[in-house]
Every structure is written in structure tokens, then in C-alpha cells.
């Protein structure tokens, strides 16, 4: 508990200083580009919770090196590794400058690090025809370095509404935590619980009001880590099913490769181009829109905020039976099909706008009227 409370407190206090010294910053770390059709916030508001979220890590990184604790280096090295994920997001929140291709590179580049620093290595996956292939190191590499910085694009594709990402990462990191925590792996519990002290410490200003956001310095730093402790988990014990930690980053990865499948087949557009309809998206237009009417800062803020719980409750139908069976792959893998079909469903029926009436949440006078 003392990893969580240090990270929170720093993080809490680091974003509570980011937000009140935003005149002097704003005009670089600010979100000025309202009309996007990925943006739904009102203001132009600080982007860079990031920096918040790794000030946390750092706290509790000197914590373990004063107390002698023997995960100490382990965890500077994760941080390290973790530096060009995190920075190639950075850079872009404040030049607006750097491309997709380039931050993916960027974290190709850490996870690669993390390959040869800290054995975070994807060797096994439990399917016949790859495993032998994954026993050649330069394949293993490669497989490595792309399903890392999948997972860390994929949890910057949903950092759309005030508390999505954040919340969505407590939750992964809350079920890594508790499987390392049996395994009686500090590494794996002591950093799980670190990550979510200083996302929480973000997240309390974040959610609801939106006072701050992650942007893809935090985002990536966030999904970086996902990847990483994912890895790590099925690369240190043989006991974990490689399907358990799929299984618990499934809501963001699958939302990345439906959307890659969408734009390029169905819409016939650059996977790279933002569009408007994804899964958390059509939630705001289709189910949450008429909650809260008007158009000022204060009413989309309400509406903004009122998205994120749907997709966290999306998100633990995934995690909870995870956590519950994270050594068996065959219930694994079909927990995996059921929350595609779930996900799949649900989205044809926001698109065609068949979703059950109680799911919608509408302003009381309007339904008066």
C-alpha cells in the first residue's frame, strides 16, 4: 500500500501543479484543436498528465532504491526502457509535430530495450504453429516489439472521453497486480500497484470535469507499460496461460484492430486517418448525447464524463473472468470469442441504432415533454 500511496500523491500533486501553472504552459501543452472529430471537449485544456503519471513512478523508484528494496533496479530499468515511448509522446503533445509512424517506432524502440534489459520477451503463446518460431530470438524480438507497441497505440486510441483510458489501465493493472501478487512476484504486484497510484492520482482531476488529460505522452507511457507487464507475466511463469493477459487488454486491442479493419476495408481509408465511429464514440452519439441538453463547456463536459462508464463496464466483462481463470487457455480463448461477439453486437446495434431503450440516457425534461 505504501507503492500506492507514494505514486498517487506525486502524481495527484504533480497534475494539481500542471493544471494551476497552465497560463504559462497552455499555449505548448494545451489541446487547442477543438473541431477534430475525435475532440469533445469544450476548452482547450493541458495535455500532458503524462509527465504527472512518471513523476509518480519516480517517487516510488527512489522510495526503493533509499529502502534498499530488491526490485529496485528491476524497476529503474522499466522506467528507462520505458523513456521512448513515453518522450515520443511528449514531444508530439507539445510540437504537435510528431507522426503515428514515428511514436509506434518509439516504442518498437523501448519494448526492444525491455527485450535485452529485463527478459521481457514473448517465448511462448500456446498455439503450435508459432511456438517454434518464437524460439529464434530475432523472432521473438520482432514479435515482441510490435504486440508492445500494439497494446500502447491501442491504449491511446481509447483515450477519447474524461476517464476512459485512465480507468480501463486501473483495471488491467489492478488484474496484473493481483495474479503477481499470487505468484508472489514483487516485480510484477510492486509495479502494477505503482502504475495505479499514479494513474488514480491523475484520474481525480481528470474525471469528471476533464481538468487534465493524458495526452500521447501518458497514454503511450501508460500502454507501454500494459505491454510490458503483460509480457513479463507469461515470460517469468510458466503457470500464467499466455491467453490471460490477451484476455485482460482485449477491449483496447480488439477497438484497434476492428478500427484498422473498418477504415481500410469497409470505408476504404488510411488506417492513420481519425474518423468519428468508434466503439466509445458511438456511446456519446447514440446513448449519452441526450442526456444533458445545451451546448456550453458545462453540459458537454456532463456528457463527455458520462461515456467512459460504459466502456468501463464493456471493459470487466473481459478482466473479471480473466483474473478468475488466468491459468486455463481453453476457457481463456473462449471468454476471448464471447467478448468479440459482445463487442461486435453491441457495435451493429449503436451503427443501426437498435440499442434497448434503457440503455439510453436522456434529459428528464425531455422525456416529460
Not at 529503474?76 to 504537435?96: C, H, R, Y
Not at 524502440?109 to 517454434?132: C, H, K, Q, T, Y
Not at 485512465?166 to 512476484?185: E, K, N, P, R, T
Request: aromatic content about 14%; overall charge positive; proline content about 4%.
Amino acid at each position: 500500500m505504501q507503492v500506492l500511496f507514494i505514486s498517487f500523491l506525486l502524481s495527484f500533486l504533480c497534475t494539481m501543479l500542471i493544471i494551476r501553472t497552465s497560463r504559462w504552459h497552455g499555449s505548448l501543452s494545451a489541446d487547442h484543436d477543438l473541431g477534430s472529430v475525435q475532440k469533445f471537449h469544450a476548452v482547450a485544456v493541458p495535455r500532458i498528465g503524462g509527465v504527472a503519471v512518471i513523476v509518480g513512478l519516480l517517487g516510488v523508484a527512489s522510495w526503493y532504491s533509499y529502502k534498499g528494496i530488491l526490485e529496485a533496479r528491476a524497476f529503474w530499468l522499466l522506467i528507462l526502457v520505458s523513456l521512448p515511448a513515453f518522450l515520443g509522446g511528449l514531444v508530439e503533445d507539445l510540437t504537435k509535430y510528431v507522426s503515428p509512424l514515428a511514436r509506434l517506432l518509439a516504442t518498437m524502440a523501448a519494448a526492444m530495450a525491455g527485450f535485452w534489459l529485463l527478459d521481457a520477451s514473448i517465448n511462448r503463446l500456446d498455439v503450435p504453429l508459432l511456438e517454434p518460431m518464437l524460439q529464434f530470438w530475432p523472432v521473438a524480438l520482432l514479435f515482441t516489439a510490435v504486440a508492445v507497441a500494439g497494446v500502447a497505440n491501442a491504449v491511446n486510441i481509447i483515450d477519447g472521453y474524461n476517464g476512459l483510458a485512465a480507468m480501463v489501465s486501473v483495471m488491467i493493472f489492478a488484474a496484473f497486480g493481483y495474479v503477481g501478487w499470487q505468484l508472489q512476484d514483487p516485480l510484477i504486484w510492486r509495479t502494477s500497484f505503482a502504475m495505479i497510484g499514479a494513474i488514480l492520482g491523475f484520474f481525480v482531476w481528470n474525471f469528471p470535469r476533464g481538468l487534465v488529460f493524458l495526452g500521447d505522452g501518458g497514454a503511450y507511457l501508460i500502454g507501454f507499460m500494459v505491454g510490458e507487464m503483460a509480457v513479463l507475466l507469461v515470460a517469468r511463469h510458466e503457470a500464467v496461460s499466455p491467453w490471460f493477459p490477451l484476455l485482460v487488454v482485449i477491449y483496447p486491442v480488439f477497438e484497434t484492430l476492428f478500427s484498422i479493419y473498418r477504415k481500410r476495408f469497409v470505408r476504404g481509408m488510411s488506417p492513420s486517418v481519425p474518423d468519428g465511429v468508434h466503439l466509445h464514440m458511438l456511446v456519446y452519439k447514440r446513448l449519452v448525447r441526450w442526456t444533458v441538453g445545451g451546448s456550453d463547456s458545462r453540459h458537454r463536459t456532463t456528457r463527455n464524463a458520462l461515456t467512459s462508464p460504459y466502456l468501463w463496464l464493456l471493459c470487466s466483462l473481459s478482466i473479471f473472468p480473466a483474473v478468475l481463470f488466468w491459468q486455463q487457455s481453453l476457457i481463456l480463448q473462449l471468454m476471448l470469442v464471447v467478448f468479440i461477439l459482445i463487442y461486435v453486437v453491441l457495435y451493429r446495434a449503436l451503427v443501426l441504432f437498435k440499442v434497448p431503450r434503457w440503455l439510453v440516457l436522456r434529459n428528464r425534461r425531455t422525456q416529460k415533454k
